[in-house]
């Protein structure tokens, strides 16, 4: 069964510092990887996915996120936080699927990110 | 576009009762789903549907029902709704089924069952 780990409850940062999310995952053969803010009260809003090629992922609102295939990891970073960045981020992976059936979306429990002046 | 509308935003029921969470999407997208999201824990898939008549369950799907019968239209049902079902409920839609597509969420559904 494929899963999502996001180690950090909480991850709290200066504003214009760089920050970091942490996600690791499993998943048989290559994953699909995507990251989603969640601000209150709002639905999920979709970052970044990583497919296939560049490890380097490259999303909206300055966000990029590196894909490791070696530590089964995909963290998403920024250069410097805003305080506006403040929100639920997740982590999702789907694999592929297999004949006759579809191919499911697991998400990790979220990372509230703090960005504070 | 709309993208994913779901309706109500709020709801309160009392334990037992019914109802239905409407979910539409105008994207033409085949994959449809239902997750709930508690607090700690996530988002959890209830149901999904990878085309009109196609439906299956997910990780959490008892308490629920689905059916799909026009690609736009993917609503879910609480036949007796019990506290445990408190949550806030997102449906999502994505492209295909093939899994290298986002999928896009409505703005969710605030359940609270007394």
């Known amino acids: 069964a494929q899963s999502v780990a996001q180690p950090e409850d909480q991850v709290n940062v200066a504003e214009g510092n760089p920050l970091t999310v942490k996600c690791t995952y499993s998943v048989s053969g290559n994953p699909y990887l995507f990251w989603y803010v969640q601000y209150p009260n709002r639905g999920l809003q979709f970052l970044l996915k990583?497919?296939?090629?560049?490890?380097l992922v490259k999303g909206s609102y300055g966000f990029e996120a590196e894909f490791n295939k070696s530590q089964t990891s995909f963290h998403l970073k920024k250069p410097s936080a805003l305080v506006s960045d403040s929100a639920l981020y997740f982590c999702a992976v789907r694999g592929l699927p297999h004949a006759g059936t579809a191919s499911k979306l697991t998400f990790g429990t979220g990372t509230r990110l703090q960005v504070t002046l | 576009n709309a993208g994913v509308t779901q309706t109500p935003k709020f709801q309160v029921l009392k334990t037992g009762q019914s109802m239905t969470l409407q979910c539409a999407q105008d994207m033409n997208h085949e994959y449809m789903s239902w997750y709930r999201q508690d607090p700690g824990m996530g988002l959890r898939l209830i149901h999904y549907s990878v085309g009109a008549g196609i439906t299956d369950q997910g990780e959490v799907p008892n308490g629920y029902n689905v059916s799909r019968s026009t690609t736009e239209d993917f609503p879910l049902r609480l036949l007796s709704a019990a506290p445990s079902q408190t949550s806030v409920y997102f449906c999502?839609?994505?492209?295909?089924?093939?899994?290298?597509?986002?999928?896009?969420f409505g703005q969710g559904t605030r359940l609270t069952v007394v």
């Open positions: 999502a839609s994505s492209r295909a089924r093939g899994g290298n597509t986002e999928a896009f």
């Open positions: 990583y497919i296939t090629g560049d490890n």
